[in-house]
């Protein structure tokens, strides 16, 4: 025997159809990791330049501080010693250049002698003059 199937019709009036709902959360989340991982290597690069820079070795400003240091005691030394860190900034204008020149040329006689005599006068106004134009 078989079994007698029946069928309800009714009438469905309260169920609305399927709406499209706009959901943008993928594309924010999307766009905030970009925007984080872009801050985090911003930070990241500022860090290890600033790590890189903190202890840099700066021969100019090593170089003034040897040249400042100067005692005018024992003038043979120092004519090296003023010849060979003046040399630095020889190059930063002409105007350095031409006074680096006139420097060199008053301590030659300081150089390459047994015994000499302390600076004259001249010669440490000479040194002066370029260690009064020298920036770092």
Not at 9 to 38: C, F, M, N, R, W
Not at 57 to 63: G, L, P, S, V
Not at 102 to 131: C, G, P, W
């Amino acid at each position: 025997m078989q079994a007698k199937q029946e069928h309800f019709d009714i009438p469905l009036h309260d169920i609305k159809p399927l709406i499209e709902i706009q959901e943008y959360s993928l594309y924010y989340s999307v766009a905030l990791g970009i925007v984080s991982t872009i801050i985090l290597f911003s930070v990241l690069y500022l860090l290890i330049k600033y790590l890189k820079n903190r202890n840099k070795f700066n021969i100019r400003a090593e170089h003034l501080s040897l040249l400042n240091a100067i005692t005018y005691e024992d003038a043979k030394k120092d004519a090296y010693d003023i010849t060979l860190y003046g040399a630095t900034f020889k190059d930063d204008s002409q105007r350095h250049s031409n006074a680096y020149r006139a420097l060199v040329d008053s301590l030659e006689e300081y150089k390459y002698r047994k015994n000499v005599d302390a600076f004259s006068d001249e010669t440490k106004h000479h040194i002066d003059i370029y260690l009064g134009m020298i920036d770092v």
